[in-house]
């Protein structure tokens, strides 16, 4: 099973741009890597989802090298309602959540 | 409809105690899945349903019992918890079953508190 390595913590201030960066080394090659927000008392809120070079949405983007042994979750101009756990899986057979990055955000 | 829905949104049980937790998603998705996740860990996978059919147990304790009486309806029944059991109990679905391109959607979860 892959795991996945991502920072405790970050802190950011409002209107910059945030890199979250997760290591999964042992990811096989059905594996997808994906996202998810987690605001307290409340469900994993997916957020962006890819499988190599990069993806955009609404909300964030996906950054995946040709290696696919990391990845990066680029959120452009933070605000404060962006302060939340955020969850980097590898996705094939099973769902493990990896322990998560708490980001907060900063007036 | 994008929503999972799940109820009581608040249980308190003794240990004694049989009680349910209900689940309901109406977005014609064919797995659902339970979580547990305690304060300030991730959440951790429990049960997978595939079309009805429970398709991962992973290695929890029998008090814990999963039901899927139909593709929009997902159940666990509570029995003689523990209060280690005392966790927010997160339901989701998603259109197959762990695929690699699968997005879940959680519902807001359920608080169980154990006396």
């Known amino acids: 099973l892959a795991k996945t390595t991502q920072p405790i913590s970050m802190d950011s201030y409002e209107g910059q741009e945030v890199n979250i960066t997760c290591s999964h080394n042992?990811?096989?090659?059905?594996?997808?890597i994906t996202w998810y927000q987690q605001f307290p008392s409340q469900g994993p809120r997916f957020i962006i989802q890819?499988?190599?070079t990069k993806v955009t949405n609404e909300v964030a983007s996906l950054f995946i090298p040709a290696d696919r042994k990391s990845s990066t979750l680029s959120l452009p101009r933070v605000s404060l309602s962006d302060t939340a756990v955020y969850y980097c899986?590898?996705?094939?057979?099973?769902?493990?959540f990896g322990a998560g990055t708490r980001l907060a955000v900063h007036p | 409809d994008t929503e999972v829905t799940q109820t009581p949104k608040h249980l308190v049980m003794g240990m004694t105690n049989k009680k349910s937790l209900k689940c309901e998603q109406h977005?014609?998705?064919?797995?659902m899945y339970w979580y547990k996740q305690k304060a300030k860990k991730p959440p951790e996978l429990m049960f997978v349903?595939?079309?009805?059919?429970?398709?991962i147990n992973e290695s929890v304790p029998s008090r814990f019992s999963p039901e899927c009486p139909n593709s929009s309806l997902l159940n666990l029944h509570l029995h003689a918890l523990q209060p280690e059991d005392s966790a927010l109990y997160l339901c989701?679905?998603?259109?197959?079953?762990?695929?690699?391109?699968?997005?879940?959607?959680f519902g807001p979860g359920t608080r169980l508190t154990v006396l």
């Open positions: 989701a679905s998603s259109q197959v079953r762990l695929a690699g391109d699968n997005e879940q959607f």
């Open positions: 042992n990811i096989a090659t059905n594996d997808y």
């Open positions: 890819g499988y190599k």
């Open positions: 899986l590898v996705e094939n057979n099973k769902l493990i």
């Open positions: 977005m014609g998705h064919r797995a």
């Open positions: 349903y595939s079309y009805e059919k429970l398709s």
